[in-house]
């Protein structure tokens, strides 16, 4: 089959599933989430935000509020573009979780059996595994304190920064948030594949399901609808800070897309077209730690999976560059939302979940 008509036939089945779902809610719902959205913003300081409700594989809202673009005050609208942050774990994840379907990686394998040329200063990595950068239990720190986010990294500078750091834990005995073990998954990707691991995601995921704004962040292309991402500095509205291109290219969150390409990948995961059902729920169920403990996000590989008030919710927000972002999951309902903002620090998280309670009430 033809991609160009294949991905254009898919548009034309969620744009048909957006019309029907958007007059199947409840007038009531939609204008108190109107509302509340509104208020938010206006509490929050937020110029532009994107809101996909997604219910029983229906969009029922894809909808912008505000400024994509202070400067030229351009609305934000369904298309508009907005980066990632650490939303685009889930898709480094999902790859990892491809490559171990195919053989090519093993869950429980040392980082070493695929970092060939690791240091001696690697002993302490010795018993690293693929499975615990997954899900932070590596013992793996932050960016540091003193991190230049103005130099353009290779993957080796990064890969070597990495090493050098002493592990802040033995594996897999505590939880901690790690966007570095992301990082040298995306290296890890290159290493196993041959293929930059954001080639990978545009052929092996992307491409497939038809996300046609989703992609690597590159502020030089020409990118339509891209939103601009904003910060408060005393109050003041300013512009994102700037950081280097090759910063906006690592695997712990440097995408761009839309809450249109989301509701794609949102009806993805209710399928097997990526992956095998038990790869899914291994990424969605908390790792334990060698105590037999769950871990303390709780966290999946790409995932926090959280209980609340008796509905399973399968999420993860993300900051970066002036953008935050949420996309929360609530599988057991089949609803979703997403919240998309172009203000640092604002509370997408919160907004989602707030909405989404919404929606649940309203059945």
Not at 199 to 228: C, K, V
């Amino acid at each position: 089959m033809n991609i160009r008509r294949f991905s254009s036939s898919i548009c034309l089945v969620v744009f048909f599933f957006a019309v029907v779902g958007l007059q199947a809610q409840s007038p009531a719902t939609t204008a108190a989430v109107t509302d509340y959205v509104k208020a938010e913003m206006q509490r929050q300081h937020i110029p532009g935000l994107s809101l996909l409700v997604v219910k029983n594989g229906k969009t029922i809202r894809a909808e912008g509020f505000g400024l994509a673009n202070v400067e030229l005050q351009t609305p934000v609208k369904p298309e508009s573009v907005f980066q990632s942050g650490s939303v685009g774990k889930q898709f480094t994840a999902t790859a990892v979780m491809m490559l171990v379907e195919e053989g090519k990686i093993g869950l429980d394998d040392p980082l070493t059996k695929y970092l060939a040329d690791a240091p001696a200063s690697w002993k302490d990595w010795k018993d690293v595994t693929v499975r615990e950068l997954l899900s932070h239990t590596a013992g793996f720190g932050d960016y540091p304190k003193n991190f230049n986010f103005r130099k353009d990294w290779t993957e080796d500078e990064e890969l070597k920064l990495i090493e050098n750091i002493p592990l802040a834990y033995p594996p897999e005995t505590k939880w901690e948030y790690s966007n570095f073990g992301y990082v040298t998954l995306g290296i890890l990707i290159h290493r196993v594949t041959d293929k930059f691991y954001g080639d990978f995601l545009q052929r092996r995921i992307f491409q497939p399901l038809g996300m046609q704004s989703t992609r690597i962040i590159n502020e030089a292309d020409i990118i339509p609808n891209r939103s601009a991402g904003y910060r408060l500095v005393k109050g003041e509205l300013k512009n994102q800070e700037w950081v280097a291109p090759m910063v906006n290219t690592t695997a712990d969150g440097s995408l761009y897309f839309t809450i249109l390409d989301l509701a794609k990948w949102d009806a993805a995961l209710y399928t097997e077209n990526l992956l095998k059902r038990s790869s899914l729920d291994l990424m969605w169920t908390p790792v334990k730690l060698k105590n037999g403990q769950p871990n303390k996000g709780p966290y999946g590989f790409g995932w926090f999976i959280d209980d609340r008030k008796g509905h399973r919710c399968i999420h993860h927000d993300g900051s970066w560059q002036g953008f935050e972002t949420a996309i929360d999951r609530y599988v057991d309902d089949r609803l979703t939302v997403v919240v998309l903002t172009n203000l640092a620090d604002s509370k997408p998280g919160d907004i989602a979940q707030h909405v989404a309670e919404m929606y649940l009430v309203d059945k």
